[in-house]
């Protein structure tokens, strides 16, 4: 029996969540690009400030997307 005969889909996986970047972490970004700097130095200079591990500091992406 294939999946499109019942008509319902269940999985085991949750749905992943979108990860968003707290206020503060905003903030800090729009602050350091008004001083011109690149979002990769953004980036580094946020994880070093807030203490922040590769997985917590949120993706270049995600920063890029805020300054630019």
Do not use: Y
């Amino acid at each position: 029996m294939a999946v499109f005969e019942l008509h319902d889909h269940f999985t085991t996986a949750q749905d992943v969540r979108k990860k968003v970047m707290p206020l503060r972490q905003k903030e800090f970004c729009k602050e350091m690009a008004e001083q011109g700097l690149k979002p990769v130095r953004i980036r580094n200079a946020m994880k070093v400030k807030m203490q922040l591990s590769e997985n917590s500091a949120p993706t270049l992406r995600m920063v890029q997307n805020l300054v630019n």
